[in-house]
Nanobody, 127 residues
Framework: VQLQAFGGGLVQDGGSLRLSCAASGPTFSSRALGWFRQAPEKEREFVAAISRSGANAGYADSVKGRFTISRDNGKNTMYLQMNSLKPDDTAVYYC?????????????????????WGQGTLVTVSS
């Protein structure tokens, strides 16, 4: 599975952006997917993840209620709608696909379970 994230950019405090992650490969729909981010001089952190069908999703507490993850298996694409952005959301955002296509668990919040990564897209939120 090859992944490419795009849609990042510069936005003002309180603004919105939608990130996309386009995937190639026949097993996209059989893998849980996730978004992670890494701010300057900080560890990579979990943002959101979604199950194979898209029916279940999980979020980091810091983004819950503001971000929405979704996927379109017909288009081999995942999305992250980000609303009410804050300067603390500034980071490089990465999309990832689970290493395993096992049906359980629904999704993963730890990066060690992801075997495929996109190149990252920079989101900058100005105050």
């Amino acid at each position: 599975v090859q992944l490419q994230a795009f849609g990042g950019g510069l936005v003002q405090d309180g603004g919105s952006l939608r990130l996309s992650c386009a995937a190639s490969g026949p097993t996209f729909s059989s893998r849980a997917l996730g978004w992670f981010r890494q701010a300057p001089e900080k560890e990579r952190e979990f943002v959101a993840a979604i199950s194979r069908s898209g029916a279940n999703a999980g979020y980091a507490d810091s983004v819950k209620g503001r971000f929405t993850i979704s996927r379109d298996n017909g288009k081999n694409t995942m999305y992250l709608q980000m609303n009410s952005l804050k300067p603390d959301d500034t980071a490089v955002y990465y999309c990832a696909a689970a290493a395993s296509n096992s049906p359980r668990p629904d999704y993963y919040s730890r990066d060690i379970f992801y075997g495929y990564w996109g190149q990252g897209t920079l989101v900058t939120v100005s105050s």
